[in-house]
C-alpha cells in the first residue's frame, strides 16, 4: 500500500484545536488505528456530512497529513475543495460532547447541524 505524503511546504487544508486532537488521539489509541479519515458524504437535507472515522487500513490515494506525535489524519484529494479551510472543534455542551465544524466553504447548513452544503 502505498499513501501519499505530507509536504511541509504545503499549508495543512483543516485545522484541528488542541481539544479535538487529544480526543481523537486518544479514540485512535484505544483502537490502535492508523489515524483518523477526514471524508465527506452526500447525505442529509443540505447535500454533505462530514465523516471522521477510525483509519484501519487508508485508502491508497490519501494524503496523510501528521498532525501530532499520536496523530495521524488522512484526506481522500477528492473531498479537499468541500473541507479546505475548516476547523474542527471537540466541545462540551452540557454533560454532552461533540466535534465541532466550521467550514468557510458552507454555503448552507441543516436545521439540526447534521449536513452542509457548498456552491459548486
Do not use: W
Not at 495543512?12 to 458524504?41: W, Y
Not at 458552507?106 to 447534521?114: F, R
Amino acid at each position: 500500500m502505498t499513501v501519499a505524503t505530507y509536504n511541509p511546504n504545503t499549508t495543512l487544508p483543516v485545522s484541528f484545536t488542541s481539544k479535538a486532537i487529544k480526543h481523537l488521539s486518544n479514540q485512535v489509541a484505544n483502537q490502535r488505528a492508523k489515524g483518523i479519515e477526514f471524508n465527506v458524504k452526500e447525505s442529509g437535507c443540505s447535500g454533505f456530512k462530514y465523516l471522521l472515522e477510525l483509519a484501519f487500513t487508508p485508502a491508497d490515494n490519501a494524503i496523510k497529513y501528521q498532525l501530532s506525535d499520536e496523530l495521524i489524519l488522512f484526506i481522500p484529494p477528492k473531498v479537499l475543495p468541500l473541507i479546505n479551510g475548516t476547523q474542527v472543534d471537540y466541545v462540551q455542551e452540557g454533560v454532552n460532547f461533540r466535534l465541532d465544524f466550521s467550514n468557510p466553504n458552507a454555503t448552507a447548513l441543516c436545521g439540526c447541524g447534521e449536513s452542509f452544503s457548498v456552491e459548486k
